[in-house]
């Protein structure tokens, strides 16, 4: 039996692939109940996110594990294979390490992972599927987990846009929780952007969108109020967060917008983000005081800095890692010998037995018991040398050099 990692995630393969095999929440118990039953795998865990499905086991190999994931998905084998990879023993462990500490992720160091694994182990506790072998595995990656976030830089620094002009904001004000925040705009970049904001509890939210409905409809779920493009003149002013990120071929806001905006709060600061190609605030404002103005090349700058921190952060968290797998591997090889070891003690107490039953009829006999505990000792030793002795004179040229490097670790603790 081995561990091994069946999967497929963002590196192997594109959406339209990755979404076929995702699995829902509410389905996993009976997957992970048909996993273990269908496809000959002792222990198993799903993790499934819309960057990566993995089939985490124990098992003889993992070849049946990736039939049973097409035809779960009722997708040909041959469709799916190009794309899947199988790891088994220490490449196994290595990757599930790797994910856990955000090493394998989309975005370098990121911490939603490790929940996402974490709740992945618990449906697969709570369908019994999960044993000593996955249980060991995954306690030592979460503490690799832990020791990288902890003993790095991996996550301290920003690495996404919107998190830039969070961070950007905090500069400016002593708390974005006292502050009213306008977004301009109702697409992807913008809710990315709102939800972070969200995140720290601004005292207003407003949505500012051409399209009526869809503006209410972001507003709607950030909590926040909907108003018209064409109210931004009246409506400017009252915010001290704007975030801008529109399809206008032409600025939207004007210098003249801005200064009117900034007499009217009687000068108090005013943070501005403009994510917008072509911009949607002209870059004159930046020059006015009192704005503190921001472009899409300002935030990537911020964010290639965080990347390079956190890249510099790979090679201790990799080392942390290595230091892990070993520990992991040497309990795996441990608990791989506890059979043989049980044999060894099995045979070894059914010869002192023996041989205690034999020296208690010599002092029945009469014996003396120095005698008696001469003869046990002398017979003890020569029956449990007995097998190694003779292997090592009846083994070949080939192999008793191993036998000899074994017998002195075994018998003489590694010292001639």
């Not at 020059?287 to 510099?312: H, I, K, N, P, W």
Request: aromatic fraction near 4%.
């Amino acid at each position: 039996m081995t561990i091994f990692v069946l999967g497929i995630n963002h590196h192997s393969a594109p959406l339209a692939i990755r979404e076929q095999v995702a699995f829902q929440e509410e389905t996993l118990p009976q997957a992970l109940a048909e996993l273990t039953r269908d496809a000959q795998v002792r222990e198993a865990a799903i993790l499934s996110t819309c960057n990566r499905t993995e089939v985490y086991g124990v098992a003889e190999t993992p070849e049946a594990a990736a039939q049973w994931l097409a035809r779960h998905h009722q997708i040909h084998g041959t469709r799916l294979s190009p794309f899947l990879y199988a790891l088994t023993g220490r490449e196994a462990a290595r990757h599930v390490f790797r994910v856990a500490c955000g090493l394998d992720s989309m975005v370098l160091g990121e911490a939603q992972i490790l929940g996402q694994m974490k709740d992945g182990v618990r449906q697969a506790e709570q369908a019994g599927t999960l044993d000593v072998y996955l249980h060991k595995l995954f306690q030592r990656a979460f503490a690799a987990a832990k020791a990288v976030r902890s003993g790095t830089a991996i996550g301290a620094n920003t690495v996404s846009m919107a998190a830039a002009a969070v961070q950007l904001s905090g500069q400016i004000f002593e708390s974005i929780a006292h502050q009213r925040v306008l977004f301009i705009g109702a697409g992807e970049m913008i809710e990315l952007c709102a939800t972070h904001f969200l995140a720290q509890s601004p005292s207003q939210i407003t949505v500012a969108n051409r399209t009526v409905e869809r503006g209410a409809a972001l507003a709607g779920r950030l909590g926040g109020t909907a108003i018209r493009l064409d109210e931004l003149a009246d409506s400017l002013w009252r915010h001290d967060i704007i975030v801008s990120c529109t399809a206008s071929p032409l600025p939207i806001i004007g210098l003249g917008l801005v200064e009117r905006a900034l007499k009217a709060r009687r000068h108090r600061p005013l943070f501005m983000v403009d994510l917008a190609v072509p911009r949607d605030i002209e870059p004159e404002v930046g020059e006015l005081d009192d704005v503190f103005l921001y472009t899409v090349d300002d935030l990537a700058q911020v964010v290639a800095t965080g990347m390079e921190s956190r890249q510099a952060a790979v090679a201790q968290a990799e080392a942390i890692i290595e230091t892990q797998v070993e520990q992991f591997m040497q309990w795996l090889a441990a608990r791989d010998a506890v059979p043989l070891v049980r044999s060894l003690r099995d045979a070894c107490e059914r010869v002192r037995q023996h041989e205690l039953e034999h020296a208690l009829k010599r002092l029945a006999a009469g014996e003396t018991a120095e005698n008696a505990l001469l003869q046990l000792s002398q017979r003890l030793m020569n029956k449990f040398l007995h097998a190694p002795t003779q292997a090592l004179q009846q083994a070949g040229e080939k192999d008793r050099h191993a036998l000899q490097q074994a017998a002195e670790r075994l018998l003489l603790n590694g010292k001639k």
